[in-house]
């Protein structure tokens, strides 16, 4: 019923930048409404762990690790939600997830995109 396609992820140096954007495909658009979309990664051997969201009134919320260095938007209209990622250093190094959630709660995930920071 909603398909998350995300784009954006590379390889790049420490210190370097990155755009991630996806796009949230809904089949159902008179019955799913995006209430809020954000980002999340997984690094090997760890747990996925929030890097930032926001919702349909631009409130967001970021990870303490990520705070003055990445930025999330959202195109509520287009349920898309970018993440402007500056500063990168290898322990961003992750799949990055994008998520959104129903306005009834109900959690959708697309597949990751690599983010890989060499130093």
């Known amino acids: 019923q909603v398909q998350l396609v995300e784009s954006g992820g590379a390889s790049v140096p420490s210190g370097g930048s990155l755009r991630l954007s996806c796009v949230a495909s809904?089949?159902?658009?008179?019955?799913?409404?995006?209430?809020?979309m954000g980002w999340f990664r997984q690094a090997p051997g760890k747990q996925r762990e929030l890097v930032a969201t926001?919702?349909?009134?631009?409130?967001?919320d970021y990870a303490e690790f990520v705070k003055g260095r990445f930025t999330i938007s959202m195109d509520l209209a287009k349920n898309t939600v970018d993440l402007q990622m500056n500063n990168l250093t290898p322990g961003d190094t992750a799949v990055y997830l994008c998520?959104?959630?129903?306005?009834?709660?109900?959690?959708?995930w697309g597949r990751g995109t690599q983010v890989t920071v060499s130093s």
């Open positions: 926001i919702n349909h009134s631009t409130i967001t």
């Open positions: 809904v089949s159902n658009a008179a019955r799913i409404h995006i209430h809020s």
């Open positions: 998520h959104a959630s129903s306005s009834i709660g109900v959690p959708y």
